[in-house]
């Protein structure tokens, strides 16, 4: 949702997975580049390719393959001395970087939005994209997703300590009720400046909060009630 905003400014880098394994091939087919054959080239063309006419550069990465990708970086040799910190290699291969981190203060109706995409297909869902899969209320599948949430949170919350990291703050649920300004907010923070006529268009990305999401949170909520109360 964040990357819409900050790709719409055209301003603000466009934002993506460039570097999650399975997406590679897509953006070295798109921009001419090999992650496979040449990472290190692979890495300068897609910071030279999809960076915007002010030369700001943005991409995502989630907790479970963080540690992946600086390793590859460190592997990769153009990027630091095999003893490098984490920092010291990223920041070698993306100078001037900023950190923000999303974070949900609602972890269970993150845990059902990630079970029902698991069973939908939709992991981004967007206005008039139909589902694969009508979802089905599953209380372990939700309990998996919560455990994993706070997995993901806590990778971070360590990688931001252990790197001595202080990084810009975002809700989730703010940027939800409050979208334009938290834009704004993050725009400041990386002082970047924008055209004063310009506007940032509504996100692309929905937010997954429907009577589905509501059911299904009364129905874990229940459940796990009743686990509790039979192991009382």
């Known amino acids: 949702m964040l990357t819409d905003g900050l790709h719409a400014t055209r301003h603000a880098g466009r934002p993506n997975q460039y570097f999650l394994r399975q997406f590679e091939q897509h953006f ?3 921009h001419g580049l090999n992650a496979a054959s040449d990472f290190v080239g692979y890495v300068r063309g897609i910071i030279d390719r999809t960076a915007t006419s002010n030369r700001v550069f943005g991409f995502k990465l989630m907790a479970w393959y963080v540690t992946d990708f600086t390793a ?27 950190f923000i981190h999303i974070a949900r203060r609602d972890r269970l109706r993150q845990a059902i939005s990630k079970a029902r995409a698991m069973q939908t ?34 990778v971070w919350i360590d990688f931001f300590r252990r790197n001595n990291i202080a990084p ?4 989730y649920e703010e940027m939800c009720e409050n979208y334009d300004a938290v834009v704004a907010s993050v725009l400041d923070f990386l002082r970047i400046s924008v055209p004063k006529n310009a ?10 909060s429907d009577d589905i999401s509501r059911q299904w949170r009364d129905l874990y909520l229940e459940s796990m009630a009743k686990r509790n109360l039979g192991s009382a």
């Open 28 to 30: 070295g087919a798109k």
């Open 72 to 98: 590859r970086l460190r592997n990769a040799g153009s990027f630091g001395a095999a003893d490098a910190t984490e920092l010291e290699v990223l920041e070698r291969a993306f100078p001037r970087l900023q």
């Open 121 to 154: 297909g939709l992991w981004k869902v967007k206005q008039g994209k139909a589902a694969a899969a009508d979802p089905e209320f599953d209380a372990k599948l939700i309990e998996r997703c919560l455990d994993e949430a706070q997995q993901g949170e806590n």
């Open 168 to 171: 810009f703050e975002v809700e």
């Open 199 to 208: 506007r940032v268009s509504q996100p692309l990305t929905v937010r997954q």
